[in-house]
Structure formats: C-alpha cells, structure tokens
C-alpha cells in the first residue's frame, strides 16, 4: 500500500481556499488517487479521483469548486479548494483508489 502524507489545511473563513497536498515517497503515475473526508472512523467519503492519465471525477459538492491535479515528478497530489464552506469542515485524506490507506490527514475548518 502507498502512504501519503497530508497537508495544506486550515482555518478558514467561508468563501476562503485552500490547497491540500499528498506526498509519498513511492511513484504515484500508474495509479489512480482520491481525495478523501472523514466520515466515520469506518468510513471514508471520497471527494475527487484523479486517474493515470489525468482524468477527473468528482463528487457534487466539490463539483465547479474543487480541482484535483497530480504532479507526477513530485509524487504530489493536490486538492484546490474554493469557495469554501462551513459544510466543508472535515479531516481530508489521500489514497491510491481501493488500497483505503489512510494517513493522518489533514484537518480544514471553515468558520467565520
């Protein structure tokens, strides 16, 4: 399993961005990478995937406000948060697609 470390989170007021950023020290490029909030200590919800060949899918709420992007020589995935809500308060996590590999993650907090 690749581990990732999480970081770039926050306090932030409502309307605010952020940029989350996942590292490891393994090759990322063949492998598909989710973004992740904490939902139950069972249960991760994903957020966005970013494929292989730098195809994107994204879950409603993170739809026209999220982007995912890689950065394969730096074994770096990024989340770019705008627009940020209260809603979007969470502890956020990376992980290849499937492993459910989990980090410490990286806590945002959206609050005036």
């Known amino acids: 399993q690749v581990q990732f470390v999480e970081s770039g989170g926050g306090l932030v007021q409502p309307g605010g961005s952020l940029r989350l950023s996942c590292t490891t020290s393994?090759?990322?490029?063949?492998?598909?990478i989710g973004w992740y909030r904490h939902h139950s200590e069972d249960y991760r919800a994903w957020v966005a995937f970013?494929?292989?060949?730098?195809?994107?899918s994204y879950q409603w709420f993170a739809r026209e406000r999220f982007i995912i992007s890689r950065d394969n020589a730096k074994n770096t995935v990024y989340l770019q948060m705008n627009s940020l809500k209260p809603d979007d308060t969470d502890v956020y996590y990376c992980?290849?697609?499937?492993?459910?590999?989990w980090g410490q993650g990286t806590q945002v907090t959206v609050s005036s």
């Open positions: 970013i494929g292989s060949d730098d195809s994107t």
């Open positions: 393994e090759s990322i490029e063949k492998y598909t």
């Open positions: 992980s290849v697609a499937g492993e459910n590999a």
